[in-house]
């Protein structure tokens, strides 16, 4: 989750937050639209891991598996890491460790099968919903309807 907030999400909050000074808008709502940032970028991420065992590759312009291909930790791997059974732990923590591909079918297999897609997506829509609960400190406008849009658009999206 750290990698996430330091790659992905610090971008949509300060990108958020800097809306919100340029708009002029007090000291708490830039506080609350940078959580919204923070909130929305966590899920798009996550949802991206989602995708990377769950997606269509041509649609998503990148090859399943690039994540585990680059060594990288994401959370449905956490999961099983955490879940699975010895052998999917040994398999997978292998597949980290060295940045192969050479199991891949397998380990997408196993992803899937786990509930860990399941249990990533649920984490990202918990956080659609607190980044939501973050645009009440907008008044009611087409922009604020906009920016929910948005959120709710990073845990629709399959590409």
Known sequence: MNVIHNKTAILFAA?????AILAGTDYQTQQKLHEFGLQVGM???????????????????KNIGDDLAEGKPTLP??????????SQKELIGHAIREG?????????????????????????EQRIVT?????QAVPASTYRD????????AVARSK
Do not use: P, W
């Open 146 to 153: 906009g920016l929910q849009a948005v959120a709710e658009a």
């Open 131 to 135: 980044a939501i609960d973050c645009l």
């Open 100 to 124: 192969g591909l050479e199991h891949l079918d397998s380990i997408v297999a196993i992803v899937r099968d786990s509930g860990a897609l399941d249990y990533t997506r649920k984490n990202a």
């Open 43 to 61: 899920a798009f991420q996550l949802i991206d891991d989602v995708l990377d065992y769950s997606g269509d590759s041509s649609e998503l312009g």
């Open 77 to 86: 791997l956490i999961y099983v890491m955490q879940h699975g059974s010895d």
């Open 15 to 19: 990108a958020c937050q800097s809306a």
